[in-house]
């Protein structure tokens, strides 16, 4: 894994992707296999994030889009050429523009999330006479992958109107909802968040998921007993919330307790 | 660069381990990908989730073993 890992990381680090190898073992063991393997991108240590990606072995990777979203699982190995490509177009690059002041509003609207700030900078830019045709290009390179993610973020609050987890699509919401004010993507989050609040059914599948979340933090899986104790729990939850998209998650993260 | 036939089959024997006590389930394509609190870094490494955000990242949860 680590020489493709590698190569990855050598052709698309100046694009916009981050390689990084994760592990939750300790410091002297990593510290000795990043001596011994030299892999080119970084290493961290970080107990408790495979548990939260339900990784099933090792190497498992994940690729995640700017959006934050997962767009490949361990189920394909190491994702093609072509999704990372097609990931990196929305990828604002902002580090291509040159280190100048005339950037400064743009960098701090950008690394604060005020996305309606940075549109509103590169609409401007389009028409100001500050810059000659070389740096007008890269703006507008910056500008169309910019656009290209508002339009994702679009796409994705569509997508999480589908449901089936309407708790985790409310939360999503909410976040667009801030970080995309003044912005389409926010204003489509707004309406559909309040679509979700009239929607009698909706509502109590996000009452479900939620408790159900309770439910799964109130054990430690990684202790025998306590695995046990949530196995329980969770068929008991399946059982009280069957025909429900929550009652179906407990089932399956309890089947799961059991092939261990 | 080429991986060695050696590193290879060591790749391929690792993945077919189990890891054991995860309740979750892999996450599925489209999920939201849950930011995780980084110890210590290596190579450069963020030292936080939220300092990659905004990149397309590649994760790959290893084991040293």
């Known amino acids: 894994m680590i020489p493709r890992l590698n190569e990855i990381h050598e052709t698309y680090k100046d694009k916009g992707l981050i390689v990084v190898g994760v592990s939750d073992e300790t410091e002297d063991k990593l510290a000795n296999y990043v001596d011994a393997h030299a892999p080119k991108y970084p290493i961290v240590r970080a107990p408790g994030a495979i548990g939260k990606y339900g990784g099933k072995y090792f190497p498992s990777v994940f690729t995640i889009s700017p959006d934050g979203k997962i767009l490949s699982t361990p189920d394909e190995r190491v994702p093609p050429d072509s999704l990372i490509k097609k990931a990196l177009e929305s990828v604002v690059t902002l580090a291509d523009l040159p280190d100048d002041s005339r950037f400064n509003s743009l960098r701090s609207a950008y690394k604060k999330k005020h996305f309606a700030k940075v549109a509103e900078w590169f609409e401007d830019a389009a028409k100001s006479q500050d810059f000659d045709e070389k740096l007008k290009a890269l703006v507008a390179e910056q500008h169309a992958r910019f656009k290209e993610r508002a339009k994702s973020m679009v796409e994705e609050v569509s997508s999480l109107g589908k449901g089936p987890d309407y708790y985790a699509a409310q939360a999503r919401l909410l976040e667009i909802r801030k970080d995309w004010k003044g912005m389409p993507a926010a204003k489509e989050a707004d309406a559909m968040l309040k679509q979700f609040s009239k929607d009698r059914k909706i509502k109590s599948e996000i009452s479900a998921l939620k408790r159900l979340a309770r439910v799964q933090k109130r054990y430690d899986p990684t202790s025998t007993v306590q695995r046990k104790r949530l196995k329980k729990a969770l068929l008991e939850f399946a059982r009280r919330h069957e025909g429900t998209y929550a009652g179906q998650k407990a089932a399956q993260s309890a089947k799961k307790l059991g092939d261990k | ?65």
């Open chain 2, 1 to 65: 660069m080429n991986p060695s036939p050696c590193f290879r089959r060591a790749a391929f024997g690792l993945a077919g381990l189990l890891l054991a006590g995860t309740a979750q389930a892999q996450l599925a394509k489209g999920t939201m990908a849950p930011s995780f609190e980084i110890k210590k870094a290596w190579n450069g490494g963020p030292k936080s989730f939220g300092e990659v955000k905004g990149q397309v990242i590649l994760l790959e949860f290893f084991a040293t073993w």
